[in-house]
């Protein structure tokens, strides 16, 4: 090959590459527009200071997180197998069943923004099943997102622990 079809080929090259570089970066979501939609949790796990872990919901948990584009958020996370009430009547369940679901339910609801460059959420929980949450800085930090899975982490949970959440896209 002589000089000019090398340079040609050069410039070809670098063209495409530029392209497709600049076709990659436009494709690039933020991490807000990555998060909007619904999810099913797949996964919830506390570690405490010492190193256990538990999982407060069982290892099969049920339930919704949802991120809408107008910073809007709901998170609902239950056992798989809470007792049903005997007496058929939610304000009166006995000492047990109130405790097995007191234990085995979260729900909160609110406003989240996004920190981008270190990939937190966020959240002002306006209203909660477990209220001594309400007013309490909440962040998230999400630790992996990819296609129709991601997972956040509650670093300072009111456990004393951290808490590991796995999510799936609900399509």
């Known amino acids: 090959m002589n000089r000019r079809n090398i340079m040609s080929l050069s410039a070809i090259s670098a063209l495409a590459l530029a392209i497709l570089t600049g076709s990659a970066l436009a494709q690039q979501k933020t991490l807000k527009e990555q998060i909007v939609g619904t999810w099913s949790v797949a996964s919830w796990e506390l570690t405490y200071p010492d190193g256990r872990k538990e999982q407060q919901f069982g290892t099969n948990p049920k339930g919704v997180n949802t991120f809408d584009s107008n910073g809007r958020f709901s998170l609902i996370i239950l056992r798989s197998d809470l007792p049903k009430v005997a007496s058929n009547d939610r304000v009166k369940p006995t000492p047990d069943e109130a405790m097995a679901i007191a234990k085995g339910a979260i729900a909160y609801y609110g406003t989240f923004t996004v920190d981008e460059a270190s990939k937190t959420l966020n959240l002002n929980l306006e209203g909660t099943s477990f209220t001594n949450q309400i007013g309490a800085p909440q ?3 999400v ?7 991601m997972k956040y982490r509650n670093p300072a949970s009111t456990t004393g622990g951290t808490i590991e959440l796995g999510l799936k896209r609900v399509k």
């Not at 630790?143 to 899975?149: K, L, P, R, V, Y």
């Open 143 to 149: 630790t992996a997102i990819s296609g129709d899975e």
């Open 139 to 141: 962040k998230r930090i």
